[in-house]
């Protein structure tokens, strides 16, 4: 990639710099598409039509995929988790287009040769974004031996009653669950009224994860204009009323992930993080 002949001779801003696999860059940008279209305000992706899509996917897609791919293979390289398993499952609650299913499964490849099918089950409001998803799947089986196959779910949730509606299609439990800048779109819109989102998500959530399994909460960092709080406090108030198990977290308030793809050169996000495993 041209764009990054350049890289060693930048300031780094991260110790987490990724770059987009060429393969990715070029099928998400070339083939479906996608546009990068910056934009700083509260985000609600469930809405969103086709064209919103698209922006997302080249815009949020990539910071996704670097922020998944970072913290999991850290954590691959550091742990002797699922070193004998040829095969997992994943639960991801608002997938979105798959940025960070992207970016795990490129994780696993890397650290764990032994692990040959990813059975994900993604859930997600807007059809469009898994639809997408969906196409980059069956792009990234191309080029790795670990295989995904994923059972996308179009389910919309409007408050926590609507959980519920999960038990009949989550039937089994799961050694990863994760949720990417999912829980941020039901604070905003109130859909869980005035309870802790990140709570009862939680409670919902733990008890089907695999006794050895894990669970990965990621967030945006900003202070939510509804709740008028900040979100990582709202998600550590809301981990602990859940009893839940943190033993992993960014570092001070948040933690900078840099991506770099060929629409633009070191692209930063920053996000609030808690790896949670069953008590």
């Known amino acids: 990639m041209e764009h990054m002949s350049a890289l060693n001779k930048e300031k780094v801003f991260s110790q987490c710099n990724i770059v987009l696999p060429q393969w990715l860059d070029d099928f998400i940008f070339n083939k479906l598409n996608a546009q990068y279209c910056r934009s700083n305000s509260n985000m609600t992706v469930i809405d969103w039509g086709q064209k919103e899509i698209l922006n997302y996917l080249g815009t949020y897609f990539p910071r996704s995929y670097a922020e998944a791919y970072s913290i999991f293979k850290r954590y691959l390289q550091t742990n002797c988790i699922f070193e004998t398993e040829k095969s997992l499952r994943l639960l991801d609650f608002g997938c979105g287009t798959g940025g960070e299913i992207i970016g795990l499964s490129t994780a696993l490849a890397e650290c764990r040769a032994n692990i040959k099918v990813l059975n994900v089950k993604a859930i997600d409001g807007n059809q469009y974004a898994l639809n997408r998803f969906d196409d980059i799947k069956d792009e990234f089986n191309k080029h790795h031996i670990l295989q995904i196959f994923s059972k996308p779910s179009a389910i919309k ?9 999960l038990d009949s299609i989550l039937d089994e439990k799961y050694d990863i669950i994760v949720s990417f800048k999912a829980v941020c779109e039901f604070v905003t819109k109130q859909q869980f009224e005035e309870k802790n989102a990140y709570e009862y998500l939680a409670k919902f959530m733990l008890p089907k994860l695999l006794d050895s399994g894990l669970m990965l909460l990621v967030d945006v960092t900003t202070k939510n204009d509804v709740a008028q709080e900040w979100l990582p406090d709202l998600m550590d108030k809301g981990l602990q009323n859940a ?7 960014n570092p001070l308030n948040n933690e900078t992930f840099v991506v770099h793809h060929s629409r633009q050169r070191a692209d930063i996000s920053k996000v609030a993080w808690r790896i949670i495993i069953n008590n």
Do not use: W
């Not at 949730?157 to 509606?165: G, V």
């Not at 009893?243 to 977290?249: E, H, L, M, N, Q």
């Open 243 to 249: 009893g839940a198990s943190v033993i992993k977290r």
């Open 157 to 165: 949730i409007d408050d926590f009653y609507d959980l519920s509606i």
